[in-house]
């Protein structure tokens, strides 16, 4: 089994930046990629930035060019920088995992952005 801590949410004003941070428990070598989920009250669940093989990494369209999937020093811990957040960025942030083909979700992170 896999466990994702997220960490890092919070209140910013518009304009401002969070960094998210998701640490990997476990078995963390069954993991095969991992990236960041969004859900906002009354809307599904989106992709909001992840690793798609090796270095490669997908964004969503509405968050290209402001926010950045990164890697820690331990291939277990992933991190979401989000610059210049609007107030359409809140909600509740998930970290995913991909563990052997299951996905493993973390408790969430809410993330908060005031105009």
């Known amino acids: 089994q896999v466990q994702l801590a997220e960490s890092g949410g919070g209140l910013v004003q518009a304009g401002g930046s969070l960094r998210l941070a998701c640490a990997a428990s476990?078995?963390?070598?069954?993991?095969?990629?991992m990236g960041w989920y969004r859900q906002a009250p009354g809307k599904q669940r989106e992709l909001v930035a992840a690793f798609t093989g090796g270095d490669s990494t997908t964004y969503a369209d509405s968050v290209k060019g402001r926010f950045t999937i990164s890697r820690g020093g331990a291939t277990n811990t992933v991190y979401l920088q989000m610059n210049n957040l609007q107030p359409e960025d809140t909600a509740v942030y998930f970290c995913n995992a991909d563990v052997g083909g299951i996905p493993e979700w973390g408790q969430g992170t809410q993330v908060t952005v005031s105009s």
């Open positions: 476990g078995r963390v070598f069954m993991i095969h990629d």
